[in-house]
């Protein structure tokens, strides 16, 4: 919920919350009701025994008094039956759209994974799921310390016999999620894949059946291991794409089918029967899953612009261990940019160039300016994506024994990241 300045401290000395149990008095009259979430900032709402909700616009003469604080009701998980000659996946709840639930005008990620599974029970045919909730947030609350308990929720559950791993996931941040479990989990067992939806289960035009239905299927093919998104591969339900998880963009904001290879063909197609085509290879399962999760949070990723003052950016910079550039076109930036760069290369840290572009690769051996900053010691990335890059600088850092072994570990394709091989491009 957000209040003014002013509203806020009213419900702050009340001691209000959320769910509390209110007595709201104002312009001399009384209400009582549950306060709930409001959409407008001078506003209280309120639930009342009636059912409907009220609203009411506050002044400096507004009173608050909690009758009642809300209680937390554990949730309890069901036991589940298991049925004989299914394999195992595991659940992991981490919020998003796909486990959020209307809470007046707003949504919000409540839903426990373990709620999440009694609204699909198709899924127990597929496999014997099990359920672990780590946080409840949406995914632009995502930080890399999630990312390290996702990594290492993962290498429990596929350690512990799970054939495969679904990660429920907001969409918005996908892509860098897949991408950091892609460099934490290179040594993996089987599939790990994360799965969202861009409408909320509660609407009849969701997209999380199908992604979800998808997903199991994937994570018991046979002989199948990495990280992996799967979603809507177009606008109906007839078809989803396993997106390799250091090539996949979210590429609208709101259409079902929002996500998409770049620079690669999806791994794999699955048809809404649950046939699996595979069109590029599998990551070859690894004995056992070992996380290596230390991650260099002292990076920066920067969108070049025409005109782009150094000089805003300066203090960023020069405090960073890392820098990663989105430049134009084949890997560039201007020469004021330039010598800013150069001045944080020589103060230690590890530069390194993408193209703002959607599809292609960095190529700076093609103009002067790509050359004269390759002379600097920024270091070109072929195509990989600069979400990719960001994190992979991150992941390289923390496990280099220095700066000239972590950009060793750039220029080195680690999880299918990069590469010259050039696929056909689609545009929409």
Known sequence: MRYSDELSKIIDSAGAKEGSVISLTIDG???????????????VVIKMKNGYKAGFRADGGTLIKVLEQPTVKEQKK????????????????????????????????????????????????????????IISVFSENISAEHWKKMADAAEEELNNGAAGVIISHGTDTMGYTAAALSFMLREISGPVVLVGSQRST?????????????????????????????????????SFAVHRGTRVRKMHTSRRDAFRSVNAVPVAHIDAAGNITFSDETQRPSARTKAQTKMNENVILLYYYPGMDPSLFRDAVMRSKGVVIAGSGLGHVSSGMASLLKEAIDNGSVVVMTSQCINGPTGMNVYDTGRELQNMGVIPVMDMLPETAYVKLMWALANAKNAEDAKAIMKKILSYEMGDRRTLDVIW
Do not use: Q, W
């Open 29 to 43: 009259r009384n209400y009582t009701g549950v306060l709930t979430a409001n959409s407008d900032p001078d506003v």
């Open 78 to 133: 069901k036991e589940r039956r298991t049925k004989k000659g299914l394999p195992d996946v595991a659940l992991i709840g981490t919020g998003g759209t796909i486990s959020s639930r209307p809470d007046g005008s707003v949504m919000t990620p409540g839903m426990s994974a373990d709620r999440l599974l009694d609204l699909m029970p198709e899924l127990s045919d597929i496999a014997n799921i099990r359920t672990k909730d």
């Open 202 to 238: 509660d609407r009849p035009s969701s997209d999380a059946y199908g992604n979800m239905l998808a997903s199991a299927r994937f994570c018991v093919s046979p002989n199948t291991a990495g990280v992996y998104v799967v979603m809507h591969d177009t606008m109906n339900d007839d």
